[in-house]
C-alpha cells in the first residue's frame, strides 16, 4: 500500500481527543486498536470521508512496527469482501476502516477499564 500520510476526518480528530483524555493513550496507538476493531465488524464502512480538516499522520507513527501486519489484515480484508487488492481500493478502506473504528472507540470506551475489557 502506498501511502505516506494519512488523514483523519474532522469528527476522528475530535475523538481522538476526547479518547486520549479519557484513556491516556496516544492517538496513534487508538488508531491502530480503532482500525482492528472496525476490521473486525461485520459490515462495511462508510467509504467517502471528508479528511480535509481532520489530523494528519505520518505512516510511520500511525502504523509502526505493525506496518506489514496491519496491511496483510486489511488485504485480507479486502479479498474476503470482494474488493480487491490494488493501491486505491487499500488506500480508501484503510482510512475508512481508520475513522469508522475510532468512531467505535468513541461509543465503547469511556476509560482504560472499558479499553482492557475491549482488548
Not at 74 to 90: Q, Y
Request: charged content about 25%.
Amino acid at each position: 500500500m502506498h501511502l505516506n500520510r494519512i488523514h483523519t476526518s474532522e469528527d476522528s480528530r475530535n475523538k481522538l481527543s476526547i479518547l486520549k483524555s479519557r484513556t491516556g493513550l496516544l492517538p496513534n496507538v487508538l488508531c491502530r486498536i480503532g482500525l482492528m476493531l472496525s476490521l473486525s465488524e461485520p459490515n462495511q464502512p462508510e467509504v467517502d470521508i471528508d479528511a480535509s480538516d481532520g489530523s494528519e499522520f505520518h505512516r510511520d507513527t500511525l502504523m509502526g512496527e505493525w506496518d506489514p501486519l496491519i496491511v496483510a489484515l486489511l488485504e485480507e480484508w479486502c479479498i474476503t469482501n470482494g474488493k480487491g487488492t490494488d493501491n486505491d481500493t487499500l488506500v480508501k478502506y484503510f482510512k475508512a476502516h481508520l475513522n469508522r473504528g475510532v468512531r467505535l472507540l468513541h461509543v465503547r470506551i469511556k476509560g482504560l477499564n472499558d479499553l482492557m475489557n475491549l482488548i
